[in-house]
């Protein structure tokens, strides 16, 4: 984060973060930082149309850099500042999750339970093998067992030789990480870290007593429909949802026979996600093309089109939740996020499939400040990232990793002029052992010649 500075060259590395979700639909860029108080704040909002994206997932590199780049441009600017490093966020339906259990034997007895320990077990979950063309993206504690006592949340502290933590591991496609990585690249970025889109989702709208009770959040965005179960304060299961908002889009530009840009304009003015909420002689009209006359929509007809679909992604969403095991742990029901969380009667609708309480998520609930715009559940996911990224940085801070490129440069130099000096010395040391020992013989053989003179 080195790279973000303000016009007057100040360096804010210790208080700017900046996240970027790559969507179907939106590309979003926010830059956000901790106050004084503890909460965070907003600085600058960039959102582009995302050209490049389908279902989460990069199928046009250029045109989703052209994205990027605008975005960024739109935030820095409003910022004031100019941009060079960011958090990102990953998403899309070639992303899974596994359960795994990982183990660590350490050497005694008498030393208690450290943070080294722990990384060490957690980097050992990252070396696991994996099917071809996957890659680990997250490794997720969700409890440690330190010589058969379970229940542990926090093991430090705790004397045993055998630390175990049950994992929660969420894999991606490897070309698809690599074409993001790609994408900031180009855009002129540097990407510092990469993050499972519902998990920054969940920071930015779900409260820790919320995920204490046991919640599921449910994350539709325009290709996918993102699902996290929260209980006890962990994460205990992630699913990605093969559907979202644009095909509730075509659905209604099919069932209306109209284009998508006009049924787009439909579904966020006009809909809703239950048709008995709508009266029969609500009407809209909508332009006819080249001279066409104009079309006749029943508002109750769209609701109905609408409904039928997202009934469908709801019957998906109660069946990740009965397979991951908490459906009767779940004390705080379900938040609704993203984009298509903007749609009429969303809650009303939810409820009634899946039985459960449900509220809408919008990411203003943990800033500072009263931005109107991010009371949109919008920007859950980019703003989810900014905590992200503030999270990521004072951890690392506390551990002495936050190094800048020019301090990393400057210690590497002294690391080199150290192991030259060394490689001089025993070279210097060798040298003179040589000349010792040559001076040595010529003395001994001296010697010898004298004493054969004398006898």
Same mark, same amino acid.
């Given at each position: 984060?080195?790279?973000i500075v303000n016009q007057n060259n100040v360096n804010l590395a210790s208080e700017l973060v900046v996240g970027v979700d790559i969507g179907t639909t939106k590309i979003a860029a926010i830059v956000g930082r901790r106050n004084e108080f503890g909460k965070v704040e907003i600085l600058g909002i960039g959102k582009t149309?995302?050209?490049?994206?389908?279902?989460?997932?990069?199928?046009?590199?250029?045109?989703?850099?052209?994205?990027?780049?605008?975005?960024?441009?739109?935030?820095?600017?409003?910022?004031?500042?100019?941009?060079?490093?960011?958090?990102?966020?990953?998403?899309?339906?070639?992303?899974?999750?596994?359960?795994?259990?990982?183990?660590?034997?350490?050497?005694?007895?008498?030393?208690?339970?450290?943070?080294?320990?722990?990384?060490?077990?957690?980097?050992?979950?990252?070396?696991?093998?994996?099917?071809?063309?996957?890659?680990?993206?997250?490794? $997720?504690?969700?409890?440690?067992?330190?010589?058969?006592?379970?229940?542990?949340?926090?093991?430090?502290?705790?004397?045993?030789?055998?630390?175990?933590?049950?994992?929660h591991i969420i894999t991606g496609q490897v070309s698809a990480v690599k074409n993001i990585f790609k994408c900031i690249k180009r855009a002129g970025l540097e990407t510092i870290d990469l993050h499972l889109e519902p998990l920054a989702s969940a920071d930015a709208v779900l409260s820790d007593e919320e995920k204490e009770?046991?919640?599921?959040?449910?994350?539709?965005?325009?290709?996918?429909?993102?699902?996290?179960?929260?209980?006890?304060?962990?994460?205990?299961?992630?699913?990605?949802?093969?559907?979202?908002?644009?095909?509730?889009?075509?659905?209604?530009?099919?069932?209306?026979?109209?284009?998508?840009?006009?049924?787009?304009?439909?579904?966020?003015?006009?809909?809703?996600?239950?048709?008995?909420?709508?009266?029969?002689?609500?009407?809209?009209?909508?332009?006819?093309?080249?001279?066409?006359?104009?079309?006749?929509?029943?508002?109750?007809?769209?609701?109905? $089109?609408?409904?039928?679909?997202?009934?469908?992604?709801?019957?998906?969403?109660?069946?990740?939740?009965?397979?991951?095991?908490?459906?009767?742990?779940?004390?705080?029901? $379900?938040?609704?996020?993203?984009?298509?969380?903007?749609?009429?009667?969303?809650?009303?609708?939810?409820?009634?499939?899946?039985?459960?309480?449900?509220?809408?998520?919008?990411?203003?609930?943990?800033?500072?400040?009263?931005?109107?715009?991010?009371?949109?559940?919008?920007?859950?996911?980019?703003?989810?990232?900014?905590?992200?990224?503030?999270?990521?940085?004072?951890?690392?801070?506390?551990?002495?990793?936050?190094?800048?490129?020019?301090?990393?440069?400057?210690?590497?130099?002294?690391?080199?002029?150290?192991?030259?000096?060394?490689?001089?010395?025993?070279?210097?040391?060798?040298?003179?052992?040589?000349?010792?020992?040559?001076?040595?013989?010529?003395?001994?053989?001296?010697?010898?010649?004298?004493?054969?003179?004398?006898?």
């Amino acid at each position: 984060m080195e790279k973000i500075v303000n016009q007057n060259n100040v360096n804010l590395a210790s208080e700017l973060v900046v996240g970027v979700d790559i969507g179907t639909t939106k590309i979003a860029a926010i830059v956000g930082r901790r106050n004084e108080f503890g909460k965070v704040e907003i600085l600058g909002i960039g959102k582009t149309e995302s050209l490049g994206v389908n279902r989460g997932v990069v199928v046009n590199i250029e045109q989703t850099v052209a994205s990027i780049k605008a975005a960024v441009a739109i935030a820095a600017d409003k910022a004031n500042v100019d941009i060079g490093d960011v958090i990102v966020g990953i998403a899309g339906q070639h992303i899974k999750s596994i359960q795994h259990r990982g183990t660590l034997m350490r050497k005694s007895l008498e030393d208690e339970v450290n943070q080294n320990n722990i990384d060490e077990l957690i980097e050992s979950m990252h070396r696991m093998v994996m099917h071809p063309g996957e890659e680990i993206i997250h490794v $997720i504690p969700q409890e440690y067992i330190v010589d058969n006592e379970i229940g542990i949340k926090n093991p430090i502290g705790h004397a045993g030789i055998k630390l175990e933590a049950n994992f929660h591991i969420i894999t991606g496609q490897v070309s698809a990480v690599k074409n993001i990585f790609k994408c900031i690249k180009r855009a002129g970025l540097e990407t510092i870290d990469l993050h499972l889109e519902p998990l920054a989702s969940a920071d930015a709208v779900l409260s820790d007593e919320e995920k204490e009770a046991g919640v599921v959040l449910v994350d539709i965005g325009g290709g996918t429909t993102d699902v996290a179960i929260f209980y006890d304060g962990i994460i205990r299961h992630t699913a990605v949802i093969p559907f979202g908002g644009n095909i509730i889009t075509e659905d209604i530009k099919e069932g209306c026979s109209i284009i998508k840009t006009q049924a787009e304009q439909l579904k966020v003015r006009f809909g809703s996600a239950l048709s008995q909420e709508n009266q029969e002689n609500e009407i809209i009209s909508i332009p006819g093309l080249r001279g066409r006359p104009h079309k006749e929509i029943s508002v109750k007809y769209l609701a109905q $089109i609408i409904q039928a679909r997202m009934d469908e992604i709801l019957e998906f969403v109660l069946f990740e939740i009965k397979s991951s095991g908490f459906e009767r742990k779940l004390a705080a029901g $379900i938040v609704v996020t993203g984009g298509g969380a903007m749609l009429k009667h969303l809650p009303q609708s939810v409820m009634l499939i899946t039985g459960m309480d449900c509220r809408i998520g919008t990411p203003n609930e943990h800033l500072a400040g009263n931005d109107d715009e991010l009371k949109n559940p919008l920007f859950a996911t980019s703003v989810g990232l900014v905590m992200k990224g503030i999270e990521k940085f004072e951890r690392d801070s506390k551990r002495g990793k936050n190094t800048t490129k020019l301090e990393t440069e400057l210690l590497t130099e002294e690391v080199s002029n150290k192991q030259k000096m060394k490689e001089d010395k025993k070279i210097a040391q060798h040298s003179q052992k040589k000349i010792g020992t040559f001076f040595t013989s010529i003395l001994e053989k001296t010697k010898d010649w004298i004493a054969d003179d004398i006898e």
